[in-house]
Nanobody, 124 residues
C-alpha cells in the first residue's frame, strides 16, 4: 500500500508561481513512476505531467509544457510540480499518482495509487 499526501496549493494571481509537493510512504518510492493530474469543476480529470523512476525522463501535457516542471527527490520520497506563468485555466484540484512500473503513462487508468489532491486557484 502507498499513501500520498500533496501540499503547496493555494490562491495565486495569473502569471504567478506555485510549487506542489507529493510525499509518498508505504513502499519503495524510488522504483515507481509518478504522475500529476488535475480536475477542474465540471471537467474530466486530465494528465498534467509524469516522471520515470529515476527522474531522467519526463513528459508534459501540451497545455503546460514550457510552464510546468516535474521533478523528484527519491531520498525524500517526494515528487514536485513547479508551476510558473499560471493562467486562470490552470485552476483545478491537482492530484499525484503512483504507477507500479519504472516508466510513466499518460492514461490515469495506468496508475495504482492516488493522493487526495490540493486545490490550485489562479485569479485573473
Amino acid at each position: 500500500q502507498v499513501q500520498l499526501v500533496e501540499s503547496g496549493g493555494g490562491l495565486v494571481q495569473a502569471g504567478g508561481s506555485l510549487r506542489l509537493s507529493c510525499t509518498a510512504s508505504g513502499r519503495t518510492f524510488s522504483r515507481y513512476a509518478m504522475g500529476w493530474f488535475r480536475q477542474a469543476p465540471g471537467k474530466e480529470r486530465e494528465f498534467v505531467a509524469a516522471i520515470n523512476w529515476s527522474g531522467s525522463s519526463t513528459y508534459y501535457a501540451v497545455s503546460v509544457k514550457g510552464r510546468f516542471t516535474i521533478s523528484r527527490d527519491n531520498a525524500k520520497n517526494t515528487v514536485y510540480l513547479q508551476m510558473n506563468s499560471l493562467k486562470p485555466e490552470d485552476t483545478a484540484v491537482y492530484v499525484c499518482a503512483v504507477r507500479g512500473r519504472i516508466y510513466y503513462a499518460i492514461d490515469a487508468n495506468e496508475y495504482d495509487y492516488w493522493g487526495q489532491g490540493t486545490q490550485v486557484t489562479v485569479s485573473s
